[in-house]
């Protein structure tokens, strides 16, 4: 979705607008794994056609009329078939539509526009993500299978000549990764293979949100998808994957609840594998047996495992890249994550998140904070017009436009400096840390947080009977929190030092309500609070940086008169012939 709504705050959580701008900014996508409800047309008009990118002008009075008709769902109108010549579905009009319409009706006057629409659309166009959603699960799981096996077959991989020669049968997979163990963000070759007596298969996984926990599960359900296809006795498959092995032999004895495995990573790839064994009756269905990598042994099973190994590790480096494997769509949760880069995102998004913030943070990329979550009302003109009032507007304008001069940004750009906080403390001097956590300037703070909340009382107690106690609560709450991280804020970080406070209006449950008379009078209070309160914060914000640029000068002053005390000592060590040849007057100076 690519609508935002922070003008919705009065009717929406600030929660839920947050996420979805954060969803936004980092490109990240809910998908609904299951739409087969459009293929079976069970979708509303009305919803399709608001939910279509680029609708005709007209079409959802169309929708209404034909509603009035009784004519309310896809599936009323025909159905989806496959165009053989562009492989793609569309849809299909049944041609008995036009005798169900009232004659000289809004409706049958609406149709052939309408109709030719319908002919018009591909699932492509009304499917969000990729078209194969729109298959039931169990066709999709079918229809991956069908590839799978296809591309076993159609190997060209050699059989080891030791496990074809042998009458014991048995098989092994394995997964690769490299690099090992990388970061979220890094890009990665995740791949993986299955060998026997008669096959041997290498496969790649695409996206960026897989590794070798992936490669080895799906390993697994390869193989076991080879073996199902001998149905008269158990073949044992061979991992080195010890917690795949013990997950499913655990699932056995004890049958996970759909929530014991809501949170495990590859939880897609685990649920086909549980089901492709479970749906094999005992005799003839395979077991995972662990195995140890890289032994010496000899046994025939040590051999299959280093078979595999050999073929996933190297298949990295390979000219050609091995064929890649279909996404398990049809395991996934309901609605699941998703990114252009990363593909379905099945581990921790919390950790995703912050893992990218952090990324952002530190190459310089973190964006001001949406201006629409924070207070609308125009600042006051007379901070940024009187002369001895500009030092705060240039402060806030460095600090807006990320060139505020901290240690922490002087050393992301050059390097050449420490990125600690130069009052003392182990903590990165940046924008945040200096006007609201160093305690260095706490009593600056606290200072100007009584000021605050006492011009906050003045202007709420002359405006009797205006404001209700209730918001008079509330205001004084955003007052006191103004210069603190606070729950008062939307994001819960203080940003006033970028000229921003938390919107007045927020505390304001009956705004629009009472009389007009009413109404006007704490709009009037409501932007002389806001006034007061940035022009307070903008202030707050100049002090703490002016007293921040005193000590750091001080400082400089005490090194170097350090440095020019030292250098007289040695000065003064020197003979009197070798002090005579340094140039200037070291003597005067000390
Ligand atoms: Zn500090």
Redo the contacts with the bound molecule.
Sequence with gaps: MDRTFPRQKANLPWAWILAQQVLEQTGLRIRWTDQSHILRGDVAIEHLIRSSSDPPEGLPRVANNLSRAGLNFLRQFGAWQTDSVQNVWRFSVSPDITPKLPLFSAASRDWPAFRGWLTSMSITSVIMGDWSLALPRENRRAFAEQVLKAMIDASTVPVDPLLNASSQTLMASDGSCTPGMPKLHERRSTTFSTVGNRHAAVFSIGGRNTGILQAEVYGLVAATLQASRNTSNSIPIYTDHLNSSRLISDAFSNPPSTHAWATKPARSLYRWLLEMLTAINPPSRPTIIYTQAHTTSESLEARANAVADALASQSHSKPIRPASVPDPTFHMDEYTFFTKEDGYIESNISSYLSHFRARASVEGQTTLPFRSLYDQHAPPDHPYTRAPSAYSAVIQLYARSQQLPTAFSQFRRSFNTLP??????K?L?TPH??FV?????EAIRINHKSAIVGHTRTLLDSSEGIVDDSSKTGLITLAENLLHDHEVWPTGQSQYFLGMIPSVNSTLPDFTTGTPHKTVARTRVMTRLANTWHTEVIRVASRIWGELQRRCNHQRTILMRKEKEKLGEIWKSLPTHVQRCIPGNIEADL
Excluded: A, D, M
């Design positions: 600690w906080c130069r009052t003392g403390c903590q001097e840390h200096i956590e160093c305690p260095s300037f």
